[in-house]
């Protein structure tokens, strides 16, 4: 399959705007690859270097990519098919002020872990652990407020969500002619919560198909992410109990929607089927996410 590549080095982001201007345009079904860099570019090498404060400019997002035909009120499906590491090691490092044990007087700030990559494993120190690379930062031009890619909100960015991997499908609400989508900050190896900050932070090359859902039967305000066995709705907010209400608000309107259920109906089912899971607990907002099995949902964007 002949698919153009969209390059870091031409084409990157370090914010998400309403106004975002276009540096590659893809066709509706267009399949790309998407070259990535490491969050901190290239900044940190050797485990000497260290990471003192978080630069005003991080997570450089390769893009805005625009989508034909993309328009307010759509839904741009992203099929991730591939994501490929591009470096012969990662880092996983500390930074002051940042990440879910900051203020703990027994961890290091700042500090740093080179990892090599060994065929299909990380290794740090002694142990090793599988390469299962996550796109970090993903997301479309939001509806009015701009947002760093640092930062996680409804149109995506920063949400560090170890879902956005190869063979499974990201949804992203279209607020802006085009879509714009942007995406970066990848890891080799990264769990949910990332809890330091960081994961094996890493350049890649993402093998995507984008294509626009156009009139969908059920809008959408937040991402969703489509995997084998489940549809899961995301949500980032000042706090966890926010991002959980606003992630189950979404996940009952895809339930009415299937079971043409009262909004009740839907809350009450929710509560039989719904996984509440941890994304990230670390940037400036907080990312959930609310998994449902496929065997209750229909797709909702038509297919039956």
């Not at 969050?39 to 978080?54: F, M, N, V």
């Not at 328009?71 to 012969?88: K, Y």
């Not at 290091?108 to 930062?137: A, K, L, N, W």
């Not at 059920?218 to 109990?241: C, G, H, N, Q, Y």
């Amino acid at each position: 399959m002949s698919r153009t590549t969209v390059s870091y080095t031409d084409d990157r982001i370090y914010e998400f705007t309403p106004a975002l201007e276009p540096a590659d345009t893809a066709a509706d079904g267009e399949s790309l690859t998407v070259e990535t860099v490491d969050s901190l570019e290239g900044a940190i090498q050797k485990d000497t270097d260290r990471l003192q404060s978080i630069p005003d400019e991080v997570n450089a997002a390769t893009g805005p990519i625009a989508v034909a035909g993309a328009t307010p009120g759509d839904v741009l499906r992203v099929d991730i098919e591939a994501i490929r590491v591009t470096e012969d090691r990662g880092r996983v490092v500390t930074a002051p002020a940042f990440g879910l044990q900051q203020d703990a007087a027994d961890i290091e700030h700042p500090f740093t872990r080179m990892t090599p990559i060994d065929g299909d494993s990380v290794e740090f120190g002694d142990v090793s652990v599988p390469i299962q690379p996550v796109i970090g930062t993903i997301g479309v031009a939001p509806a009015t407020d701009s947002y760093s890619t640092l930062v996680p909100h409804d149109h995506g960015g920063n949400l560090d969500t170890t879902d956005m991997t190869a063979g499974t499908t990201a949804y992203f609400p279209v607020f802006q002619d085009g879509a714009m989508l942007a995406m970066g900050d990848a890891k080799a190896a990264m769990a949910d919560g990332e809890m330091c900050g960081t994961g094996v932070e890493i350049g890649t090359e993402i093998d995507v198909t984008l294509d626009v859902v156009s009139d969908p039967t059920v809008s959408l305000d937040r991402p969703l992410v489509e995997t084998d066995a489940a549809w899961k709705t995301i949500a980032s907010a000042e706090t966890m109990e926010i991002a959980a209400t606003l992630a189950n608000r979404d996940l009952m309107a895809l339930l009415e929607a299937t079971h043409d259920w009262e909004t009740t109906e839907a809350y009450l089912f929710s509560s039989l089927v719904g996984g509440l899971e941890i994304s990230q607990v670390v940037d400036p907002l907080v990312t959930v996410r609310n998994a449902v099995p496929k065997e209750y949902l229909d797709d909702p964007f038509g297919a039956a």
